[in-house]
C-alpha cells in the first residue's frame, strides 16, 4: 500500500476555502485515492474518491495532478462543523491487497 | 436505513474476561473490518473479511479473533482482555476493500469504547 503524507493539523476561519494536500509518490497504476472525514468518537464517514484528475461531489472537491504523486482535498466555505480529522487513504485496485491503512489524518480547525 | 450496528458502545471489564463486540450491517456488504483508535495513533486495523468464512490479519491483530459465519455479522472476539486493548473499537463495512476502485464506500458503526481494568 502506498504511504501518504498529510499536514498534522491546519486553522481556517469560516467561510474560507480549505485545501488539504497528501502526498504518495508510491502510488500504483491502479490505486485510487479516497478521503475519509472523522468527527471525535465518531467513525469516519467517506468523502470523495478520485483516480485522476477532478472529481467533484457536493461536499468536496479532489485535484488530482497527472503524476498522481499528490492530491488535494478542497472544502469550500468551510463552518464550523467542518472541524474534523480529515484522512487521504491510497491503494486498492486489488493490487495492494485488502488491508486498509488510514496515515495519521489532518486536524481542522475552523474558527469563527 | 443503511447501517453499521455495534454493540455495546461502551463496556468496562476486568483482565481476562472474554469478551464479544457485535457488529452487524443490514447493507448486503462484503467487505468488514474492525479497527481500534487510541490517541495519537490513528485508526488501526484490527482484522477484515472479504466475505463468509474469509478473514484475515490487518496491521494489529494481536489478542484478538473474529468470526464471519453470516454475511451481515462480524464479531470481535477477546478471548483474554488485557489493559492494553482498552481502546475506542469501531467497525466498518463496505463493498469492495475501502481503498479499492469502484463502490468503496464504507459504513462505521457507533463505536464501543472498552476500558479493561
Redesign the interface.
Known amino acids: 500500500?502506498a504511504k501518504t503524507t498529510q499536514p498534522i493539523s491546519m486553522d481556517s476561519y469560516e467561510g474560507q476555502e480549505v485545501n488539504i494536500t497528501c502526498s504518495h509518490n508510491n502510488i500504483a497504476t491502479?490505486?485510487?485515492i479516497?478521503w475519509?472525514q472523522?468527527f471525535p468518537?465518531?467513525?469516519?464517514?467517506?468523502i470523495i474518491?478520485g483516480?485522476k484528475t477532478k472529481v467533484t461531489n457536493e461536499v468536496a472537491s479532489l485535484f488530482i495532478p497527472a503524476d498522481r504523486k499528490s492530491s488535494t482535498l478542497s472544502l469550500p466555505r468551510v463552518s464550523l462543523s467542518d472541524t474534523a480529522v480529515y484522512?487521504c487513504?491510497?491503494?486498492?485496485?486489488?493490487t495492494?491487497g485488502?488491508?486498509?491503512?488510514?496515515?495519521?489524518?489532518t486536524r481542522l480547525f475552523v474558527k469563527a | 436505513e443503511a447501517q453499521v450496528t455495534q454493540n455495546p458502545r461502551y463496556l468496562i471489564t476486568v483482565t481476562g474476561k472474554k469478551l464479544t463486540v457485535t457488529c452487524s450491517q443490514n447493507m448486503n456488504h462484503e467487505y468488514m473490518s474492525w479497527y481500534r483508535q487510541d490517541p495519537g495513533l490513528g485508526l488501526r486495523q484490527i482484522y477484515y473479511s472479504m466475505n463468509v468464512e474469509v478473514t484475515d490479519k490487518g496491521d494489529v491483530p494481536e489478542g484478538y479473533k473474529v468470526s464471519r459465519k453470516e454475511k451481515r455479522n462480524f464479531p470481535l472476539i477477546l478471548e483474554s482482555p488485557s489493559p492494553n486493548q482498552t481502546s475506542l473499537y469501531f467497525c466498518a463495512s463496505s463493498h469492495t476493500p475501502l481503498t479499492g476502485g469502484g463502490d468503496t464506500e464504507a459504513f462505521f458503526g457507533q463505536g464501543t469504547r472498552l476500558t479493561v481494568v
Open positions: 500500500l491502479n490505486d485510487y479516497t475519509y472523522q468518537s465518531q467513525g469516519p464517514r467517506f474518491q483516480y484522512y487513504l491510497v491503494g486498492g485496485g486489488y495492494g485488502f488491508k486498509t491503512i488510514f496515515g495519521a489524518g
